[in-house]
C-alpha cells in the first residue's frame, strides 16, 4: 500500500478539498433554477437533522480507526490492527443501522411536529440510507488513514462529489413533473448515488491492499471487547465534541431567529440577514478550511505513531509544520476578505450592502484555519474530553452572546456576528492551552510577527493595484491585485524562511519541479 509523508498526505487531502469546494457551487446555483426556492426548502429541511445522526455515527469512529490503526503499524502489532478494523465496521453497521430504523419509525412525528412540513416526510425517508453507507465509508477512510495513505479517501470524495451533482440535478428535474415533494426526494436521492458510489471507490482500493498483502485480512485473534473499549474511549468524546458543534449550529439558527425578533426585525428580513451571514459571509471565510482539514486528518496518524514510539520531538516537529503551514496558507485570504470584502461580495452574490460582515469576521478567520490542527493534536493525543469541554464552553458563550447582542435593534445581525466571532476565539485558545498542557507545545511568536509583517505589504501591494484599475472590468482587476499581493506575500514567506524548496517538494505531482 502507497504510504505518504504527513505533508504529502495533507496535500492529496487538500487538492480534493478544493476540487469540492469548486464543485460544490454548480448545485448551489443549478438546483434553485430547477425546483425553486421553495423545493430547495424542502430539501434543506431535513438537513439539521441528518447532520446530527451522520455526526452520531460517524463522529469519532474514522479519526479512533486511524488512530489505533497508527500505532499498531508503528510497533507491528498486525493483530491489533485487524481488531480495531473489524470491531470498528461492526460497531458502525450496527449503530448506523439501528438509528436509522428509529428514524424510519419517527419519521411521521418529526416531519409534521419537529420539521413542520409533512410533504418533507419523503425526502426524510431518501435522507435514511445515506447513515449506513457514510458510516461504513467511514471505517475504510479512517484506516486509510491510519496506514498513511490519503489517496482512497482524496479519490472517493472526489468520485461521490461528481456522482452526487449529476444525479442530484437530474434526479431533480426528472421527478419535478410529480410535484415538488419529489422533486426534493430526487435531490436527496442523488446525495445517496454519491455516497454509495464513493463507498464503492473505497472498497475497490481496499480489495487492492489486501492483494498487495497489507489489507487486515484474516481472523483477529483475542475478543472483540478489548478493542472495543479501546475504541469507544476515543470515539464517543470525539463524537460528542462534533455533536455539540451540531446542536450549536441547529441552537445558533434558532436562537439568533428569535433574538433579531426580539430587535424589532420583520421576520423576512431576520430570515435574509442571517441567510446572508451562513449562506454566504459563512463559505467566503471559511474556504481555507479545506486545507485545515486535511492537516487535522493527516496529523492524526502522524501523531499517533510518534505517541507511541514516545517520541516528543516529532510531536512537535509535525505540529509547528501543521499550524505554520494554517496559518501562512489562511493569511493570505483573511487580508483579501478584509480589503476587498466589497468588490468579492459584489461579483459572488451581487450584494454588496453583506460585505461590513465579512469585513468583521476576516481577523477571526485566522484562529478558524488554526483551530483544526489544534483540535486533532488534542484528540491524537488521548485528550479528546479537553477538546469536548472546550467545544461545549465555546458554544454556551456563543449562544449566551447571541440572546444578549441580537436582540439589541443597534446590534442585530451583528451581535450574532460577534458571538460566533468570540466562539472561534475562544475554542481556538483553550485548545491551544490544551496542547501547551498536554505535551508543552507552544506556537512560535517570531512565526505570527512574519506572517503579520508580509500581511501588511501584500495588503499595500493589492491595493496599490486595484486602485490603478488597469484592466477594463471590476473583476480582472481584483484577480490582479489578488495576483500581485499573493505574489508578494509568497516571497517574502522565502526570504523570511516560513517556507522552503523542501516544502514545495513535499507537494503531489508539482514538487518535482523543485527537486
Known amino acids: 500500500m502507497t ?86 465496521m461492526t460497531l458502525a453497521i450496527v449503530l448506523s443501522t439501528l438509528l436509522a430504523v428509529l428514524a424510519a419509525l419517527a419519521a411521521p412525528w418529526v416531519t409534521t411536529r419537529v420539521l413542520t412540513d409533512p410533504r418533507v416526510y419523503t425526502t426524510f425517508m431518501w435522507m435514511l440510507p445515506v447513515l449506513p453507507i457514510t458510516a461504513v465509508s467511514a471505517v475504510f477512510r479512517g484506516y486509510f488513514q491510519g496506514c498513511h495513505n490519503m489517496m482512497p479517501t482524496a479519490v472517493s470524495t472526489v468520485a461521490e462529489t461528481v ?3 449529476a444525479f442530484v440535478l437530474l ?65 464517543v468524546p470525539v463524537t460528542g465534541s462534533r455533536l455539540v458543534g451540531s446542536l450549536s449550529y441547529l441552537f445558533e439558527s434558532i436562537f439568533t431567529a428569535r433574538s433579531l425578533a426580539a430587535a424589532g426585525i420583520a421576520t423576512g428580513i431576520a430570515t435574509a440577514q442571517y441567510g446572508a451571514l451562513q449562506g454566504m459571509i459563512m463559505p467566503v471565510a471559511l474556504l481555507p478550511t479545506a486545507l485545515t482539514y486535511s492537516l487535522a486528518v493527516s496529523l492524526v496518524p ?17 505540529l509547528h509544520q501543521s499550524t505554520r503551514i494554517a496559518l501562512v496558507a489562511g493569511a493570505p485570504f483573511a487580508v483579501a476578505m478584509y ?66 447582542l441580537a436582540s439589541r435593534p443597534d446590534l442585530g445581525i451583528y451581535g450574532a456576528l460577534i458571538a460566533i466571532i468570540v466562539n472561534i476565539v475562544l475554542v481556538t485558545a483553550l485548545h491551544g492551552i490544551g496542547v501547551a498542557r498536554a505535551i508543552g507545545f507552544t506556537m ?48 517574502l514567506m522565502v526570504l523570511m524562511r516560513m517556507i522552503d524548496r523542501h516544502d514545495f517538494v513535499r507537494i503531489p505531482f508539482i514538487g518535482r519541479i523543485f527537486r
Not at 422533486?183 to 458510489?197: D, L, N, Y
Not at 450584494?351 to 460582515?357: G, T
Not at 478567520?365 to 493534536?377: E, I, K, N, S, T
Not at 477538546?387 to 454556551?396: P, Q
Open 444 to 491: 512560535k511568536l517570531p512565526d505570527f510577527v512574519k506572517v503579520g509583517a508580509a500581511m501588511t505589504v501584500m495588503g499595500a501591494a493589492s491595493l496599490f493595484v486595484m486602485k490603478r484599475w488597469l484592466l477594463p472590468a471590476e473583476w480582472m482587476n481584483l484577480l490582479l491585485a489578488l495576483a500581485v499581493g499573493t505574489v508578494v506575500y509568497l516571497l
Open 163 to 165: 456522482v452526487r451533482i
Open 302 to 318: 502522524s501523531l499517533s505513531e510518534a505517541a507511541a514510539g514516545r517520541d516528543r520531538a516529532l510531536i512537535h516537529k509535525r
Open 3 to 88: 504510504r505518504q509523508t504527513f505533508i504529502q498526505g495533507a496535500m492529496i487531502l487538500l487538492a480534493a478539498g478544493i476540487i469540492n469546494r469548486i464543485l460544490g457551487f454548480i448545485p448551489r446555483i443549478a438546483l434553485p433554477r430547477i425546483i425553486g426556492a421553495e423545493g430547495v426548502g424542502l430539501y434543506q429541511l431535513g438537513y439539521p437533522f441528518m447532520s446530527v445522526l451522520v455526526t452520531i455515527v460517524t463522529g469519532g469512529i474514522p479519526l479512533a480507526v486511524a488512530k489505533w490503526v497508527a500505532e499498531a503499524r508503528s510497533i507491528g502489532d498486525l493483530h491489533g490492527e485487524r481488531k480495531i478494523f473489524r470491531t470498528a
Open 171 to 235: 434526479l431533480s428535474a426528472a421527478l419535478l413533473p410529480y410535484g415538488l415533494e419529489w422533486a426534493a426526494a430526487g435531490a436527496m436521492m442523488g446525495v445517496v448515488a454519491g455516497e454509495a458510489f464513493g463507498l464503492v471507490v473505497l472498497l475497490v482500493q481496499y480489495v487492492r491492499s489486501r492483494h498487495a498483502g497489507r489489507g487486515p485480512e484474516g481472523a483477529a485473534t483475542g475478543g472483540p471487547f478489548p478493542a472495543l473499549r479501546r475504541l469507544l474511549g476515543l470515539a
Open 339 to 404: 480589503l476587498f470584502a466589497e468588490p468579492i461580495c459584489r461579483l459572488l452574490y451581487d450584494h454588496a450592502e453583506i460585505a461590513p460582515m465579512l469585513r468583521m469576521l476576516a481577523p477571526a478567520a485566522l484562529f478558524v484555519y488554526l483551530q483544526a490542527p489544534l483540535q486533532a493534536a488534542l484528540q491524537s493525543l488521548d485528550k479528546p474530553g479537553v477538546a469536548l469541554t472546550n467545544s461545549f464552553i465555546g458554544a454556551a458563550v456563543k449562544l449566551t452572546l447571541i440572546v444578549l
